[in-house]
């Protein structure tokens, strides 16, 4: 962390997107997290996407729980609506502003104990409603906000700071995730925007639930030796299966690939991804096979990342529950509130 | 690209744009960090070490520090240098105590230098202080060269220039006054050791237009602020035309108003984008009311009867592409009266007074020849500084080749070789006063660039010796110091620390930084995270990472040294440290008493 704010001067050619804005205008808060923390990296990530996605930051819904991943949404897009909710809540809390308002970017940024402990049950839930929203959880093996201990995805036999083995198998939340019914499940490293960045924008084009598991390693409790989730462990073991270029609507690129080289798929929105293979023999595409290939090799130590399950046809939460088009905030007074006339008419239907 | 070897002192030197651009090599962010801590003392030394004249130059500098500075490309205007550099003259404490002085005991060298200028005063300055016993030859009553005849006393007061010129001659310096060098070769007869030419070039150019010689009313600019400075001239006619637009032109009608005129034109050939003047002499000659008149060329004198009735134009227009000319046509021809014309269209160096056959060479433009780094002519033992080197520059100028003529002249006097000198040094010394604290005022202050007060307009043209420029007031200066961005205080990396984190690049506040494959120069800098298009900023590029082997690369060109790369830094891979440049001067070179076998042993 730093104690002061950081300068509010911008180069001179800065690079601006077409709104004429440039990527300090995305920027929030001075960060207040431990100086090297993966988070900070992330928040950089999410800060490039959306600048490089023309998105107005005014347009932003953010929202987290609780931990230092959760306070990461202070640090960027100042100008969005946001909201911290209670420890491992804010998936109800983006439901329901979700149904409220179809027209604004969801992002919620939680972390592995907020996501895969207190709030396990939410993330199902919000993944089995398909809730059109980006769930990006900051993954770092250790509840950092309250002095590193293991949380619910270290690896077995890694060694805590002070020398304790964890014995306990982990939640992978993107095993977990795609066996759960995901249709956009990814997961990314802190150290490597180039990879983060697209996922990111991608997540934010899907129509539904897209979740990235971001391994973000913690500076001060779980970036030494014998650690599993550090910097020098990851990028040892650190194994880019698909990579996904995210191709903006009005860019006419569209390269002629072998087949099983690379696949185009169409977001909603007109935009594309590339998917390119990395691996021979993955493929994001088929739910079963993917999880067997995670399995395989993530018992071996490798961490496999890129975007790994990728599917549009599961209709996400507006189309199920048949929300409102035109935010609630828009609609005119009588509609948004019929009168006691039509309440009563309504509970007439139950007696 | 091979890795920056920071170790060469010139990486870091020029990273601090104004000191590096200062001719003289004075440390600027050092001055100025001692006047925000009100060691306004100290601060005047340090400028004085480099530039000797701080209170002089802090008025009349040409300061090519200012275009230089970083601020200006961060932030549209650059610190106030030059005005601060006054400050440090202004609320000094006596600093008397501190001035170089010259031993009793003297080494038994003789040194001459020609013309009490700000380059012998320079070389007198280095070379008393070692024992040297130095004469300076001036042909008019008082020392000073151009800084007392060319530079109004509006401008640069008399008091300033004398107690500057004064805390050197006193070390005992012989001054000869009105003594002027007619004969090189019986000057060199005299068997000096070594000889400093340092004369100026005191020949304005001159204007042969039809009706030039039927007037008195037609004067040269630098004789006659001459003439002005030592009241010989005390008037001129209410209407006044300068021609040419150079400093020196600025001098001449700013003096003109002073002297009864009340309707000055500088006339220029060309338009403003080719004007030779500073920026910030235009300005103030037009705060005072002059019409500068462009695409006028001169063509003739109208004198009827012997009487100036003023002068004929060409009203020219240029075809201007890509910021050159590349055409011209007369559109008319005007007519524009007056009473007197000044003639401010350059001057150069003249030498009538050294003879052909004594071993000095001279060129095809019958200057002589002199070597850009030992300030040597072809004759040994004899040197050229200032001006009279080769033609008209600043007194900045002036003062670092009398810097770097004195290394010579003591190289030589010492039976050294005047080309081995000793190479610039570069100290660098952490900053870190704690986790979040550094021994500099590291926050970016966004005060807008302050204004130096000046006496009104009213006041100002009463009396000729009235200094127009009041210097910052305590409230302006505070501001102004905050400013200045540390450029001194460096950004310096440390390879195998560095564990790829990426928090320095994403708290840049102006995307300075980039982990990428290395490669070329051109192709690096189209991947920066911010358009690395300045190439006259280079580029830092760090030694391979330990986990990738990819490369830190540092774009020099916005960083606003705020030191957060360092703060958010979590293995102190980066670190703040303050760069201390050393120039050699003459004393700093070895003697042979340095290195003889006792003083070894000793």
Redesign the interface.
């Known amino acids: 962390?730093?104690?002061?704010?950081?300068?509010?001067?911008?180069?001179?050619?800065?690079?601006k997107n077409d709104l004429g804005l440039t990527?300090?205008d995305y920027e929030g808060g001075m960060?207040t997290l431990?100086?090297?923390?993966?988070h900070?990296?992330i928040?950089?990530a999410i800060i490039e996407s959306f600048w490089s996605l023309n998105v107005e930051p005014h347009r932003v819904v953010k929202m987290s729980g609780i931990g230092c991943s959760s306070k990461t949404p202070a640090y960027f897009l100042s100008d969005a609506h946001g909201i911290n909710s209670v420890h491992g809540r804010m998936p109800s809390i983006a439901a329901g502003a979700n149904a409220a308002n179809r027209d604004l970017h969801y992002i919620g940024v939680s972390g592995d104990g907020d996501s895969l402990s207190i709030g396990y049950g939410q993330l199902a839930h919000a993944l089995r409603r398909n809730l059109n929203m980006l769930y990006i959880i900051e993954n770092n093996g250790v509840y950092g906000l309250t002095k590193g201990q293991f949380s619910a995805s270290a690896d077995l036999g890694t060694k805590a700071k002070k020398g304790d083995i964890n014995e306990q198998p982990p939640i992978d939340p993107v095993i977990a995730c795609i066996a759960m019914g995901g249709t956009f499940v990814a997961r990314g490293f802190?150290?490597d925007?180039a990879q983060l960045v697209p996922l990111i924008q991608a997540g934010l084009k899907h129509k539904g639930f897209a979740l990235i598991d971001v391994l973000s390693?913690c500076?001060t409790f779980n970036?030494h030796e014998d650690s599993t989730k550090s910097?020098?462990h990851t990028?040892q073991f650190y194994h880019p299966a698909i990579h996904a270029d995210f191709i903006a609507p009005a860019e006419p690129i569209r390269a002629a690939y072998e087949k099983g080289e690379a696949m185009e798929v169409e977001l909603f929105d007109g935009s594309f991804i590339r998917l390119r293979k990395v691996r021979e023999g993955y493929d994001p595409t088929d739910r079963s096979k993917a999880l067997t290939y995670l399995n395989e090799y993530m018992a071996k130590g490798e961490i496999i990342t890129g975007l790994m399950y990728w599917e549009k046809s599961t209709p996400d939460l507006h189309s199920i529950a048949r929300t409102s088009e035109t935010p609630l905030s828009k609609l005119d007074y009588g509609r948004l509130s019929p009168g006691a006339g039509k309440l009563a008419k309504i509970q007439e239907r139950y007696r | 690209m091979e890795p920056t070897d920071t170790k060469n002192p010139d990486y870091f030197h020029k990273v601090v744009d104004c000191q590096w651009a200062c001719p003289a090599h004075t440390d600027v962010p050092q001055y100025i960090r001692m006047i925000a801590q009100g060691r306004f003392g100290d601060a005047y030394m340090v400028n004085r070490e480099s530039n000797v004249f701080p209170g002089i130059l802090g008025r009349v500098c040409d300061r090519p520090c200012e275009p230089a500075c970083r601020r200006g490309?961060?932030?549209d205007k650059p610190v106030a240098i030059c005005r601060l550099k006054r400050v440090a003259a202004d609320f000094r404490e006596d600093i008397s105590h501190r001035l170089p002085t010259a031993p009793e005991e003297k080494n038994g060298k003789r040194v001459a230098c020609i013309g009490a200028g700000c380059a012998s005063l320079t070389v007198a300055n280095d070379l008393m202080p070692l024992g040297y016993e130095v004469t300076i030859f001036e042909r008019f009553d008082k020392a000073g060269g151009l800084m007392r005849t060319n530079i109004p006393s509006f401008r640069l007061p008399e008091n300033v220039l004398d107690e500057e010129m004064n805390a050197i001659v006193d070390m005992g310096v012989d001054l000869r006054l009105n003594h002027e060098v007619t004969s090189m070769k019986a000057l060199l007869d005299e068997g000096y050791d070594a000889v400093f030419v340092g004369t100026g070039a005191p020949r304005g150019k001159e204007l042969n237009l039809p009706g030039r010689h039927d007037t008195d009313r037609i004067h040269i600019g630098i004789d006659w602020l001459e003439s002005v400075a030592f009241k010989h001239v005390d008037q001129i006619g209410e209407r006044v035309l300068i021609i040419g637009v150079g400093n020196t032109a600025m001098d001449c009608c700013r003096t003109s108003l002073r002297l009864g005129a009340n309707d000055v034109k500088v006339m220029a050939r060309k338009p403003r984008d080719f004007f030779k003047a500073s920026e910030w002499e235009l300005e103030d000659a037009e705060e005072e009311n002059v019409e500068i008149v462009i695409n006028h060329f001169p063509k003739a004198f109208v004198v009827e009867d012997g009487q100036l009735k003023g002068m004929t134009f060409d009203l020219m227009e240029y075809d201007i592409e890509d910021g050159r000319i590349v055409d011209s046509h007369v559109v008319k021809e005007v007519f524009v009266p007056c009473d007197d014309v000044v003639l401010a269209i350059g001057q150069e160096n003249a030498f009538p007074w050294i003879e052909r056959d004594i071993g000095i060479e001279f060129n095809d433009w019958d200057m002589p020849e002199v070597d850009r780094t030992t300030f040597q002519c072809s004759r040994p033992g004899v040197f050229f500084g200032g001006d009279s080197a080769w033609g008209p520059e600043n007194i900045i100028w002036a003062v670092a080749h009398g810097h770097e003529a004195a290394v010579s002249i003591h190289r030589h006097c010492m039976g050294e070789d005047i080309n081995e000198r000793l190479p610039r040094g570069m100290n660098l010394q952490s900053t870190k006063m704690g986790l979040?604290e550094w021994s500099f005022s590291?926050?970016?202050d966004?005060s807008e660039r302050r204004l130096v007060p000046q006496v009104g307009l009213q006041e100002r043209f009463k009396n000729i010796d009235i200094e127009v420029e009041l210097g910052f007031t305590m409230e302006q200066f505070t501001v102004e110091v905050e400013r200045c961005l540390n450029c001194d205080i460096q950004t310096v990396f440390a390879a195998p620390k560095c564990?790829?984190?990426?928090?320095c690049?994403?708290?840049c506040?102006?995307?300075c930084l980039t982990i990428t494959h290395n490669g070329e120069e051109a192709d690096l800098r189209t991947r920066l995270s911010?358009?690395a298009?300045n190439l006259e900023q280079q580029l830092f590029v760090s030694e391979p990472l330990i986990?990738?082997g990819r490369v830190m690369v540092k774009d020099e060109d916005?960083c606003?040294h705020?030191g957060?790369c360092a703060?958010?830094?979590?293995?102190a891979a980066w670190d703040m440290q303050k760069s201390l440049v050393h120039v050699p001067k003459a004393e700093d070179q070895p003697t042979p008493a340095d290195v003889s076998p006792e003083r070894k042993a000793g």
């Not at chain 2, 703060?567 to 293995?571: K, S």
Request: with cysteine.
């Open positions: 962390m730093s104690f002061m704010r950081k300068p509010d001067v911008v180069h001179s050619r800065a690079p990527r300090r960060s431990c100086a090297g923390c993966g900070d990296a928040t950089a802190s150290g925007k390693p500076v970036d910097y020098a990028r | 490309r961060v932030d979040h590291n926050a970016f966004g564990i790829e984190c990426d928090a690049i994403d708290v506040p102006t995307h911010a358009p298009e986990h990738t916005q606003v705020c957060l703060e958010r830094c979590p293995t």
